[in-house]
C-alpha cells in the first residue's frame, strides 16, 4: 500500500509538470509574443508573455540576489518541504494529497521555467467584464489553484465532521 501511495502522489506530481510544460512549448512554439488570439470573444484570451516574476509579476524589478532567493531558492525549499511532508504524512485524507500533489506539481513546473528560461511562460487571460477577470496565466497556475482550492474544501469538510 506505501507504494501505490508514493506512486500516486508522484504520478500527480509528474503529470501536473507534464500537462504545464506539454501547453508551454505548444504556446512558445506556436503562438507569437504578445500577440493576442481571441478564443471566446475578447472573454478567453490566448497570448504569450514571459514573466520574469511571480503571481502577476510581482518581485520582476527585484535585483538579481533577491530574485534568486525569493522565486528560486525559497521556492525550492518549499516544495522539497511540502513533498517531503505529503509522502511521509499517512493521516492526510485523499483531497489533501491530490490538492498538495496539485501544488507541488504546479510549484516545480514554473520554478523549472524560471531556471531554463529566466522566466515564466503565461498565456491565458480571462476577462468576464466587471464579474472576473484575471492576470495571464499558465496551466502550473490553474494546478497550484486547484491545488488550494482542494485543501480548502477538505479543511472545511474535515471541521464541519468534528
Known sequence: ???QRTAGILGLIV?????DQISKFIVRANVTPH?????????FILTN????GAFLSLGSNLNPTLK???LLILPVAVLGYVTYYVLKNKTL???SVIGFSCIIGGGIANVYD???????TDFLHIDL???FKTGVFNVADMSVMLGMGLLLFSNFKTKKKA
Open 1 to 3: 500500500m506505501k507504494i
Open 15 to 19: 503529470l501536473n509538470i507534464a500537462l
Open 35 to 43: 500577440k493576442v488570439t481571441e478564443l471566446i470573444g475578447d472573454k
Open 49 to 52: 508573455v514571459e514573466n520574469s
Open 68 to 70: 534568486s532567493l525569493f
Open 93 to 95: 485524507d485523499k483531497l
Open 114 to 120: 524560471r531556471i531554463m528560461y529566466g522566466s515564466v
Open 129 to 131: 467584464g466587471g464579474i
